[in-house]
T-cell receptor, first 111, second 114 residues
Framework: QKEVEQDPGPLSVPEGAIVSLNCTYS??????FMWYRQYSRKGPELLMY????GNKEDGRFTAQVDKSSKYISLFIRDSQPSDSATYLC???????????FGKGTLLTVNP | DTAVSQTPKYLVTQMGNDKSIKCEQN?????MYWYKQDSKKFLKIMFS???????INETVPNRFSPKSPDKAHLNLHINSLELGDSAVYFC?????????????FGSGTRLTVV
């Protein structure tokens, strides 16, 4: 079983839709959870990071962590065509520097 | 003013050649990384340096040799290139000893071995 599982999609939604992106993980030592957005032919950029279980909101984005279920989510409200990108979840144990990434979900928001 | 810059952006070379990729960050971070992203977009760590000291060395063929002359620079030299080395190589940096702060990535070097 891979340490981090993420549905690669692709996911296609109309503009204005609520998008839900998810990852599951198997390593209970993971403490830090991140979401990165990667536009085509660009490097990943950090979107959200969380430390504990619960929700964290930033504008149209909400990151949710459920450590008991080993499940993290990213919600995008009022999705825009500019949100079209690959979204990668990432996590780390915290005591080292290594991030373990999911495979990424390709999202297309259609105008 | 680019935070993490990599050169070159594109590299096409023949099998068996030796090539280098350079990375520089101007964020004052003390930790730098090389990640490889394969054709299926999967990002996997290769190396990490903290204050010029190698701290992560994943299972990478020893044809790959990183070098950090100072904490703002991390280069990657690849000997005897193989077809399977074709990928996008990302440099990244972070501050602090904990991965939880996230990385700042460069825009990548797209390596094609023919």
């Amino acid at each position: 079983q891979k340490e981090v599982e993420q549905d690669p999609g692709p996911l296609s939604v109309p503009e204005g839709a609520i998008v839900s992106l998810n990852c599951t993980y198997s390593n209970s030592a993971f403490q830090y959870f991140m979401w990165y957005r990667q536009y085509s032919r660009k490097g990943p950029e950090l979107l959200m990071y969380t430390y504990s279980s619960g929700n964290k909101e930033d504008g149209r984005f909400t990151a949710q962590v459920d450590k008991s279920s080993k499940y993290i989510s990213l919600f995008i409200r009022d999705s825009q065509p500019s949100d079209s990108a690959t979204y990668l979840c990432a996590m780390s144990v915290g005591s080292n520097y290594k991030l373990t990434f999911g495979k990424g979900t390709l999202l297309t928001v259609n105008p | 003013d680019t935070a993490v810059s990599q050169t070159p952006k594109y590299l096409v070379t023949q099998m068996g050649n030796d090539k280098s990729i350079k990375c520089e960050q101007n964020l004052g971070h003390d930790t730098m990384y090389w990640y490889k992203q394969d054709s299926k977009k999967f990002l996997k760590i290769m190396f990490s340096y903290n204050n010029k000291e190698l701290i992560i060395n994943e299972t990478v063929p020893n044809r790959f040799s990183p070098k950090s002359p100072d904490k703002a620079h991390l280069n990657l030299h690849i000997n005897s290139l193989e077809l399977g080395d074709s990928a996008v190589y990302f440099c990244a940096s972070s501050q602090g000893l904990q991965g939880g702060y996230g990385y700042t990535f460069g825009s990548g070097t797209r390596l094609t071995v023919v």
